[in-house]
């Protein structure tokens, strides 16, 4: 097996979609980007979630809120809803894995407030759940999914923003989602600060 071939193919193939994705991606993020914005500047806040890699990609976009991406600046309001092993054992264990995330947004959401829902397939139904108790409590919603956006895509209201990257393989998918969330950090950072 010539490993050094293949790991060249997987840095290749991950550059190709990222410059393929640019001009469909572009767009969506810049509205999700507006959107977060104008949620911090109403005293919102952002609520994250996701499953495995998209847990930690939802605990990384809190964590740059929260303390800082590439600029000084206030701290941002935002909460990853994966990160309490309390709260979501506790609902796994009384009621169901399905509504790990839901319950807490249903606790912590207001109708000023952004749900991040990252899900490569957008099947996951701890996170179509949580995207209805988010409709419920009247949020808005970013949907960053991947594949056809699966489920997700179809529950998704008018006012939602869906940021689908257009590929099959959930390792691409996961890889152009840590390019979009810096894009939204650096993003929401231009329009808080007024960077040019």
Do not use: W
């Amino acid at each position: 097996m010539d490993l050094i071939a293949r790991i060249s193919g997987h840095f290749s193939d991950s550059a190709h979609l990222k410059l393929q994705a640019m001009d469909a991606l572009a767009a969506p993020i810049a509205s999700a980007a507006e959107r977060m914005a104008q949620c911090l500047m109403r005293d919102g806040k952002i609520l994250s979630c996701g499953n495995g890699g998209s847990a930690a990609d939802s605990q990384h976009f809190a964590a740059e809120l929260l303390n800082r991406f590439e600029m000084e600046r206030p701290g941002l309001a935002a909460i990853a809803l994966t990160t309490d092993t309390s709260t979501l054992t506790s609902i796994a264990n009384d009621y169901t894995y399905d509504q790990v995330f839901s319950k807490q947004v249903l606790a912590l959401g207001q109708a000023n407030d952004v749900l991040l829902a990252i899900t490569t397939s957008g099947n996951s139904r701890n996170m179509l759940e949580a995207v209805r108790a988010a409709h419920e409590r009247q949020m808005s919603v970013v949907a960053l999914t991947g594949k056809s956006g699966g489920q997700m895509a179809d529950i998704l209201g008018s006012e939602d923003i869906h940021i689908c990257v257009p590929a099959n393989n959930t390792a691409r998918i996961q890889e152009v989602h840590v390019l979009v969330l810096h894009c939204l950090c650096d993003a929401i950072d231009c329009l808080l600060l007024g960077v040019e």
